[in-house]
């Protein structure tokens, strides 16, 4: 049997109830109050850095060397050089004077000074390695200058020291020998160190003070 089509159930009193039409609905993601089309917000302003906070670590400057401190060592470098040409030994026997420098070169009596040279000659011509110690010292300073660097001079300072050493020697050695030969003419003639072997002596300890303190204050900053 066929069932009877079911009617909308209506109360007493009340209008037949009438379908909607299809309303036209807002596009999927509108709302009420928002403004058509998309507007990117605004980049935040960096913050401040509150106190305390992590700072990178400042960068270090380099200060610049003073090149300066090198025409020190260079004064005691032309002392040195000049002294192996000045005189290192003063003989003097029966009014007969003679006058030897570090390169051996002799002034004065050719007798004396054979005299001299047979009793041991103590460092009449060690005046070329006191030279030769200037000349590497001299290159030493000169690139440096050129340079601005501070390693020359730390080279500078083993010179030095050789340079100290040897000339001490010579005016011990020298010494020696010069009064030996005193003692060997009976007391009839005196001798010293010539004024060579301390100048040499000198400029050898400025080498070695100049280069130190080229070394130490290179890179001081200047007030």
Known sequence: MSQPPQNNYQQPGQ???QQQPNAAYPPQGYYQGQQPGYQPQQGYAPQPAYPGAYAAPAQRVKVPGNRNLYF???IGVILLAAGAFLPWINL?????????????????????AALYNSAGGGGAKDGVIALSLAVISLILVLVGLLTKARGWAIAT?????????LMAYEVFDVNRSTNKVATDSAG?????????????????????IGAIVTVTFFRKKQA
Do not use: H, K, R, W
């Open 15 to 17: 209008p037949p109830y």
């Open 72 to 74: 020190i060592p260079l």
């Open 92 to 112: 003097t026997i029966q009014n007969q004077s003679i006058s030897i420098n570090g390169m051996g070169s002799v002034s004065g009596n050719a007798e004396l």
């Open 157 to 165: 300072i083993v010179f030095g020291v050789f340079s100290i050493g």
């Open 188 to 208: 009839l003639g005196s001798s010293s160190g010539g004024i060579g072997l301390y100048v040499g002596l000198a400029g050898a300890i400025i080498i070695l």
